[in-house]
């Protein structure tokens, strides 16, 4: 039995992709988040990150970009008829698992602790724009929404 795509779901309060993708697509019960990272809607300043001349990263808060990707995960997930505690798996992607992990799994626990959804947490050598971390989210939808 093939999956019918029921709906593309395009926030109008999280940033503006990037790139050819929805903010989310949902899938019978299931919501499936593109990437998310810490941009804010109608602005190319990332919060939280300093950027030299040439656009490469000169400075950046993890603790400040994880608050601001956690916000933007609610703003998409409520745009689509979900919640916050409907999460049931997130992909974690840092730059700097060294460095930053510690600062982004305290945030983490602080924001997540009665959603308790599978986490898997993975370094990556860059992401597409200039920040440090960026989330991939399934979340159960109920129907009609």
Known sequence: MEAKVDKIIDSLKAPEPV????????????????GVG????????????????DGSILSYCIETQCRSVFSNVRLILEDAGS???????VTVFLTNMKKDFPIYNRVYAEFFKDALPCRTTVEVNALPTP???????????????
């Open 19 to 34: 790139g050819l993708y929805p903010h989310a697509r949902k899938v019978g019960g299931l919501l499936f988040l593109s």
């Open 38 to 53: 810490p941009r804010e809607r109608g602005s190319k300043q990332i919060p939280g990150v300093t950027l030299n001349d």
């Open 83 to 89: 919640s916050w505690n409907e999460l049931v798996d």
């Open 131 to 145: 920040i440090a971390i960026e989330l991939k989210c399934i979340a159960t939808i109920k129907d009609g929404k």
